[in-house]
């Protein structure tokens, strides 16, 4: 029996590094449309611990409901 996929609902307090986890470079892609640069490996490792509301507040990306629908049908 093939193993349950389990997806994520993500919100605005959903962690930057829960996205990638989860949805790999879909989530990276997502993110980088939505003007959130990652980088490579996170060179500022603090970033992965932002929340993407908090991401939005200060300007780090745009359009939060709309990445917000976007993430939530990925996968």
Not at 43 to 59: C, F, I, N, P
């Amino acid at each position: 029996m093939p193993d349950a996929v389990v997806h994520a609902s993500f919100g605005p307090n959903t962690k930057v590094r829960e996205v990638l986890i989860t949805l790999g470079e879909d989530g990276s892609d997502l993110l980088r449309k939505h003007g959130y640069d990652v980088g490579e490996g996170f060179v500022d490792v603090l970033s992965q611990y932002q929340t993407l509301g908090h991401a939005a507040r200060t300007e780090r990306l745009r359009d939060l409901d709309g990445l917000l629908k976007e993430l939530n049908s990925a996968g």
